[in-house]
Every structure is written in structure tokens, then in C-alpha cells.
């Protein structure tokens, strides 16, 4: 059973910074393409960031380019997400996810077959 955790949440003054990391238990996690998500209350779902099998190919969401870095280590089996310059609407819930997903559908939520609990973040002005 695919098994991603989370960590590295927490509380944080805007201009600040936050390293998530995202463990996961298979032993084919270079196979996969992994996301990151994330979710204020009331609102969408929304693609943060994401990662191809090798690490070579990245994308981001226009509003952390610059700001954010998404990085792998697959003799980990961890993904990361160093979060700078964090702002108050950088606030929600961030899920890490996976799946064999195209590049082109990176940014789609439906197309990650497994999903973290989530973790917080929550960037105070």
C-alpha cells in the first residue's frame, strides 16, 4: 500500500521560510511524477508545484514562481518543497501526490493517484 507523509508545516511570519518534505513507503518512487497541492479554507484544491520521475522536468504555478523550489532525492524516496518569501496567502493546507502523470496534466489534481494527509502552513502578516 502507497504511503506519502507530509511534514515540515507550521507557523511562520511572511517573508519567512518553510522546507515540506514528503516521504514516500514504494520502492518504484522514481517511477512517479510528484505534486504539490494545496488548499485554503474554502477554496479549491489548487497545483502549487511538480516534479518529473528523474527530477529533470519541474513546474510551478505562476503565483510561486521564484518564490518556491520543488526537489526530489529518490535514494530518499522524499520529495521537497523549499518554501521562501512566504506570503499570508501562501496560508493552507499543502498535500503531497503521485502518480504516472504526463507533463502536461501536471496540473491536475485527478490525474495523482495517491495523497498525503496534508500539512499546514500558515504564514502570519
Known amino acids: 500500500q502507497v504511503q506519502l507523509v507530509e511534514s515540515g508545516g507550521g507557523l511562520v511570519q511572511a517573508g519567512g521560510s518553510l522546507r515540506l518534505s514528503c516521504a514516500d513507503s514504494?520502492?518504484?518512487?522514481?517511477?512517479?511524477?510528484l505534486g504539490w497541492f494545496h488548499q485554503a479554507p474554502g477554496k479549491e484544491r489548487e497545483f502549487v508545484a511538480a516534479?518529473?520521475?528523474?527530477?529533470?522536468?519541474?513546474s510551478y504555478a505562476d503565483s510561486v514562481k521564484g518564490r518556491f523550489t520543488i526537489s526530489r532525492d529518490n535514494a530518499k524516496n522524499t520529495v521537497y518543497l523549499q518554501m521562501n518569501s512566504l506570503k499570508p496567502e501562501d496560508t493552507a493546507v499543502y498535500y503531497c501526490?503521485?502518480?504516472?502523470?504526463?507533463?502536461?496534466?501536471?496540473?491536475?489534481?485527478?490525474?495523482?493517484?495517491?495523497w498525503g494527509q496534508g500539512t499546514q502552513v500558515t504564514v502570519s502578516s
Open positions: 516534479i518529473s520521475g528523474n527530477g529533470g522536468t519541474t
Open positions: 514504494r520502492r518504484t518512487f522514481s517511477d512517479y511524477a
Open positions: 501526490a503521485a502518480g504516472r502523470v504526463p507533463e502536461t496534466y501536471y496540473r491536475n489534481a485527478r490525474a495523482y493517484i495517491y
